[in-house]
């Protein structure tokens, strides 16, 4: 048995990020995206039989599955909270698709929101890792930047990954963020000097490699094969999925420069029965310019220690030969806490429906979409396609 | 009461020995008896074979820089007087990996590779820290 074509994406929303809460509860951006995607789907809530959510940094709390439920008073026969970090969108598609081919439920909603108080975040931080707060906390390394830091310092010192090459993966991915009116910093493109003159934060990661976070969230709708059909939208169907973890502190993690992208996305193509190569975009998680790099090169787009020079030689815009996180990535889009992997699934959707709008990538019917979240901790890759 | 704002551990039943020789400045790590790895962090159970036989034992300090990173900007706001400090990765000789600060340097004198060996920061009355030190 397997999961391949046999659910698509049929509909999606999402709210355009916000600096600030923006007046906005979690669960307030949850209804408002719910409410848009099941309409992008042609559907009415009572269709919706199935619920995927997944925890907000700004409303953390215990059994939030049914928490969401109850906000929007639906009823499923099948719900659950995937906390994957940002990889939990991703991870939503395939856990979807599984269900209902298991003829658990027939009709999915996916969603996630988040907000960015930081007088909540302050006051209320969701709990961290235990044994995190025990070794790693008391030296300095807490949450993410230091980590990725650690990351980015030994891929240049293993393969000579050069500052500039970094660089291009923000300006490329500014270029395609000017085409989409929801980004949050979309207004105007940026160049190299400009991200290497930015404020150097953790060596080698300067201010504009590192994502900004605010407010916002996705929601997307998931069906079977059969009744994607009577979607008003090109059906987008799950090919390949995979997915890999095994480690929570970046100090414990197998390699920093070979990551679980390598299984996760082994998985998403080997289902999928395609190679790196049949992709028409790729949509990869992008917390930093770091990330981009070594999840093109363990998905297999390049080989290993090349994804500097990669980035370097294609053009990463929707018009270029590699484009690569078409609108705009979180870096200039925005990340709206927990909700931020939402951005490159929809995406992935919103080009092979064909409604990239002026970022449009010509005659997509085939992209990749990676998740990622913690430091590298949880993977998980997909392949979309609408053939 | 000291005055100390930065991040404590809080030791469990497992890690209390850690943090007992750390005050009698000596780096402990855990042995595991039936498969031989040597563990860290405490843990109640070898991550490599499960068993429950755990042993601490003494280890040498010495290790290498296995990645780091220098702050430039605070990784938690209690750390803002630190700056710029090195967060980095050592790698033991005896295999395991911890994360750590690099002192006793200049931070843009500290590179992958460099052997270290663990110097110990008594940052309160009842807490020391592991850190590293260029040999």
């Known amino acids: 048995m397997s999961i391949k074509k046999k659910a698509a994406i049929i509909g999606f929303a999402e709210m355009a990020p916000q600096k600030g809460a923006a007046g906005k509860t979690p669960l307030g951006i949850i209804g408002e995206v719910a409410r848009e995607a099941i309409a992008d789907a042609g559907l009415e809530k009572k269709a919706i039989d199935g619920l995927l959510t997944g925890m907000a940094i700004g409303e953390y709390s215990v059994l939030w599955p049914s928490v969401v439920a109850e906000y929007l008073k639906l009823q499923p026969r099948y719900f659950n909270q995937v906390e994957l970090g940002g990889a939990s969108a991703a991870g939503m598609v395939w856990r979807a698709a599984a269900a209902i081919e298991a003829g658990m439920c027939n009709t999915v909603l996916c969603v996630l929101g988040d907000s960015w108080d930081s007088k909540i975040i302050g006051s209320k931080p969701p709990p961290f890792p235990r044994i995190e707060a025990e070794f790693d906390a008391p030296y300095g390394l807490i949450a993410a930047n230091p980590g990725y830091a650690l990351i980015a310092r030994r891929h240049m010192h293993e393969f000579g990954t050069k500052p500039e090459q970094m660089a291009k993966v923000a300006v490329d991915q500014r270029k395609n963020a000017c085409k989409n009116s929801t980004a949050l910093f979309g207004h105007k493109e940026i160049t190299i000097d400009d991200v290497l003159n930015s404020r150097m934060i953790v060596e080698p990661l300067h201010l504009l490699e590192i994502v900004s976070p605010c407010t916002g969230g996705g929601a997307f709708i998931v069906t079977s094969a059969e009744r994607a059909q009577q979607s008003p939208h090109r059906p987008v169907y799950l090919l390949g999925a995979g997915e890999a973890g095994g480690h929570s502190s970046i100090t414990h993690a197998r390699s920093l420069t070979t990551s679980l992208v390598k299984p996760a996305a082994e998985g998403a193509f080997s289902m999928a029965d395609v190679s790196p190569k049949d992709m028409n975009f790729v949509q990869p998680y992008d917390c930093y310019t770091i990330t981009v790099i070594v999840t093109l090169e363990d998905a297999g787009f390049c080989r290993k220690g090349a994804g500097g020079r990669f980035v370097a030689e294609h053009d990463l815009t929707y018009k270029g030969d590699f484009p690569c996180n078409t609108h705009g990535g979180q870096l200039s889009f925005g990340q709206p806490g927990l909700a931020g992997g939402m951005s490159h699934v929809i995406e992935g959707a919103r080009q092979l429906m064909g409604r990239g709008g002026e970022r449009q990538v010509k005659d997509a019917t085939i992209g990749y979409v990676n998740g990622n979240g913690g430091i590298m901790s949880e993977q998980c890759s997909l392949v979309l396609g609408v053939q | ?135």
């Not at chain 2, 020789?21 to 109640?44: M, N, S």
């Open chain 2, 1 to 135: 009461m000291s005055d100390y704002k930065k991040p404590l551990p809080r030791p469990t039943t497992a890690s209390l020995p850690f943090w007992q020789a750390a005050k009698q400045h000596e780096l402990q790590l855990q042995r595991c008896t039936q498969c031989g790895a040597h563990v860290f962090y405490p843990r109640e159970v070898c991550p490599e074979c499960l068993a429950s036989d755990l042993q601490w034992v003494k280890v040498s300090g010495k290790g290498t820089v296995y990645s780091y990173t220098i702050a430039q900007a605070p990784t938690h706001p209690a750390f803002v007087e630190d700056v710029p400090y090195i967060v980095a990765i050592v790698e033991l000789a005896e295999g395991p990996h911890v994360t750590t600060n690099i002192t006793g340097c200049k931070p843009n004198e500290v590179k992958i590779g460099m052997p270290v060996v663990a110097t110990f920061d008594d940052v309160t009355p009842e807490v020391t820290l592991v850190k590293f030190r260029p040999v």
